[in-house]
């Protein structure tokens, strides 16, 4: 992946580029996907952030996570993530999309327009280490019952997902397995 972000609008209209360390700096609205893996036992595929990386560094994530860029599109750029990242090849369907900020200690700001993507994979994901130290899988009602008893475990957006967009993963937990 490029080192640049696509900046957006509210409305997810592109208004230009920005080199990522940048846009993180600046808190510039820039587009995102969040990817969920969920396994034959209807579980999701969690990671834990490798220590090293710009913010959020250890906590426990979502599957897979970036930014596209230009030239494919975001789905496109999400399947190539899932690979580099998880070493996992598998269909994903964009799900629901929502924009989020959050401010980090280190002076970097998450302002994101995040393309949330579910998919089915039930094998262990091959990790690079330079993204992810660790994987487990996780019921649904399991993590949302760690989060809201442990939030610091988790990366900011997890919370914001899971408690503003609980239904989606329901509902797919429910009627896609």
């Known amino acids: 992946m490029t080192n640049k972000v696509i900046l957006v609008d509210k409305e997810n209209n592109k208004i230009g580029n920005e080199e990522k360390i940048q846009a993180h700096m600046k808190s510039l609205l820039h587009r995102a996907f969040s990817i969920f893996i969920f396994n034959d036992k209807k579980e ?25 860029y230009d030239g494919l599109s975001t789905l496109e750029c999400a399947e190539i993530r899932l690979v580099e990242e998880m070493g996992i090849k598998t269909k994903l369907e964009e799900i ?19 393309h949330v993507f579910f998919g089915n994979y039930s094998s262990d994901p091959i990790l690079n280490p330079e993204e992810a130290s660790e994987f487990k899988w996780i019921k649904i009602v399991d993590l949302k019952n760690d989060i809201e008893k442990n939030p610091n475990r988790y990366t900011a957006w997890l919370k914001i997902m899971f408690t503003n967009y609980f239904k989606f993963f329901e509902s797919y937990e429910n009627h896609n397995m």
């Open 44 to 68: 999701i595929l969690l990671q834990k952030r490798a220590e090293n990386k710009y913010h959020s560094g250890s906590l426990w994530t979502n599957t897979c996570c970036s930014h596209p």
């Open 96 to 114: 629901f999309s929502f924009i989020y900020k959050e401010s980090f200690q280190n002076g970097l700001t998450e302002y994101e327009y995040d």
